[in-house]
């Protein structure tokens, strides 16, 4: 069964920062591009971040790609969001997807309504932003 599972969300104050990991089940990451989404109650779902299958390109939304980082590493079936200086409306839930189309697949295009065709889908890990 394929599955991805994220960590590493809970509570931060706003400045803050935390580490998300998406860790691939029962296939290797090597072949897939990865992203990350987040929803936040009563909005609708956006992309925050992919990253190629080699690691090689990344691509954020201009108004995260100053505090979010992606990265991964295949050897560990492991992709990573770093996030820095948090601010409360970064609140959501957090999911990770994974796709061999890579990030032209439109959902990692801002299509995210075509969120559901991704191969493999995460569970998603709360973050809460606040003081």
């Known amino acids: 069964q394929l599955q991805l599972v994220e960590s590493g969300g809970g509570l931060v104050q706003p400045g803050g920062s935390l580490r998300l990991s998406c860790i691939a089940s029962g296939f290797t990451l090597d072949d897939y591009a990865v992203g990350w989404f987040r929803q936040a109650p009563g909005k609708e779902r956006e992309g925050v971040a992919c990253?190629?299958?080699?690691?090689?390109?990344?691509t954020y939304p201009n108004y995260l790609k100053d505090r979010f980082t992606i990265s991964r590493d295949n050897a560990k079936n492991t992709v990573t969001l770093q996030m820095n200086s948090l601010k409360p409306e970064d609140t959501a839930v957090y999911y990770c997807a994974a796709d061999r189309a890579g990030c032209h697949h439109s959902a990692f295009q801002g299509q995210t309504d075509r969120y559901r065709f991704l191969e493999v889908r995460g569970q998603g890990t709360p973050v809460t932003v606040s003081s």
């Open positions: 990253i190629s299958h080699s690691g090689a390109s990344t």
